[in-house]
C-alpha cells in the first residue's frame, strides 16, 4: 500500500494506463475468438476441437487467478502488472509462432495466465490509490478496457485474420501488450502492495454463502454465454451467409454496445446500487440471447427477420455483457470488504471457468446437434443465473 494517495494528475494517468492495460489483455483473449475457425482451417482441425484452446486457456486462467493472487502478495504491484503486460505479449508472439495445435495450446495457456494476474491486480492496485468512496467508481472504470477490447479484438482477430491470416492476429496482440507494458511501467507509482491474503480469507469466502452464490452467478452466466460467445464467427457465418467484412461489423456492433453498457453502468452503480445493477445485466443478456435463439428459427422460416434479429441480439447482449463482469466486482466488494481482494480473484476464476465449460459444452454441441442449439442452451442458462442473481441480491438487502 502507499502511504499517501496519488495527486489527481498522477491517478488519472494511472487510470489511462490501467485502462489501456485491460485492453491489451482483453484483446488478447478475444482475438482467437475472432478467428476462430480460420485457426481451424489453418491448422487441419474441426471448429469445435479449435474451440478447446479457448477453454484450456480458459481453464487455466481460472486455476490461475487464486493462485496469482495468494503468492503475490510480496511482489511490488508495479512489477507485477508490467512483468505480466511483458509475459502476455511473449506468449502472443509465441502463438503466432506455433507450428500446430499442441504448441499453440501450450503457449496460448502461458499468455493466459497473465489475464489471470493483470486484470484482478489492476483494480487492486487502483483501489489502493483512490479513497475509499472513490473505489468503485475507479474500477469500474479500468474495466472499460475490457468493453473496448470486445470493439476492436472479435472483429480485429476476424478482419487481420482473413487478409493477413490468423498469425498476424496473434501478432498484433502482442504488439499491443508491448506497448500497454510500457505505458504501465511509465505511470504506476512503485511502491504498491497487495495485503497478504491467509488462508483464513479463503475459508472465509467460501463459508459465506452470499459470496459463494454471488460467485455461482459468474462462473453460470460465464458459461451461458460463452456456449455460444466462443464460436461466435462460424454461427453468424452460418446465419448470415455473410463475407467476412460484414461478420466483423456485427462484432463491432456487440463491442459498441458493450462499451455504453459500461460507461452507463459506472454513471449509475452509485445510485442504483450493485445489486440491481447486476440484474438489470443479466436481463439484458437474456433478452440479447432471447433474439438469438429466434434467428435460428428465422434463418429457415422469415429470412428478412435474420438481420433485425441479429443487430437487437448484439445491441441487448453487449449492453449486458461487460456492463455485469464489472457490476459483479463491485457487488463482491459490497458483501464483504474485508475479503475483497480474496473475492475478487476467485471471481475472476469464475469467469474463466464459465469460459471453459461453455467453450467445452458447445463444442459438445454443435458435435451432438448442430450450431443452431447454442443460443437456446445460452438462454436456459442466462435465465438460471438471473434467478440465482435476484435471490442474491435479496438477501444481502434484508
Known sequence: MTPSLPDERALRAAIRALT????????????????????????????????????????????????AAAFTTRIDRRRLLVGSLALSAAGHLLSALA??????????????????????????????MVPP??????????????????????????????HLGWRAGFGVAALLNLAA??????????????????????????????????????????????????????????????????????????GVFGVLGNLWLNRQIGRRGPHRSVDTSVVAIAIGLGFAALLTLATQWLP?????????????????CFAMNSAQQARLAAIAPALASASIALNTSMIYAGQAIGAAAGGALITAAGIGLLPWAALALLLVTYGLSRRVGARAVA
Do not use: E, H
Request: some cysteine; charged content about 5%.
Open 304 to 320: 428478412i427477420a435474420v438481420w433485425p434479429l441479429l443487430v437487437a441480439s448484439c445491441v441487448f447482449w453487449g449492453l449486458g
Open 133 to 162: 468512496q472513490a473505489r468503485s467508481r475507479a474500477v469500474t472504470s479500468i474495466f472499460i478496457g475490457w468493453s473496448i477490447a470486445s470493439v476492436i479484438g472479435m472483429p480485429l482477430g476476424n478482419l487481420v485474420g482473413t
Open 99 to 128: 507450428p500446430g495445435f499442441a504448441v499453440l495450446a501450450v503457449v496460448r495457456a502461458a499468455a493466459m495466465v497473465q489475464a489471470a494476474i493483470f486484470t484482478p491486480q489492476a483494480a487492486a492496485a487502483i483501489g489502493s
Open 20 to 67: 489501456f492495460g485491460n485492453f491489451a489483455i482483453g484483446t488478447g483473449v478475444m482475438v482467437m475468438v475472432g478467428m476462430l475457425d480460420l485457426i481451424a482451417d489453418g491448422l487441419a482441425i474441426t471448429v469445435p476441437a479449435a474451440g478447446q484452446l479457448v477453454a484450456i486457456g480458459a481453464l487455466v486462467t481460472c486455476l490461475g487467478a487464486p493462485l
Open 181 to 254: 507494458c510500457a505505458w504501465v511501467m511509465a505511470t504506476i507509482p512503485r511502491g504498491l502492495k497487495a495485503p497478504a491474503l491467509s488462508l483464513a480469507s479463503w475459508l472465509d469466502v467460501a463459508r459465506n454463502p452470499l459470496l459463494t452464490r454471488a460467485l455461482a452467478v459468474t462462473l453460470i452466466g460465464g458459461a451461458g454465454q460463452f456456449v455460444l460467445s466462443a464460436y461466435i464467427a462460424p454461427a453468424l457465418k452460418l446465419a448470415t451467409q455473410s463475407t467476412p467484412a460484414a461478420v466483423a461489423a456485427v462484432m463491432a456492433l456487440f
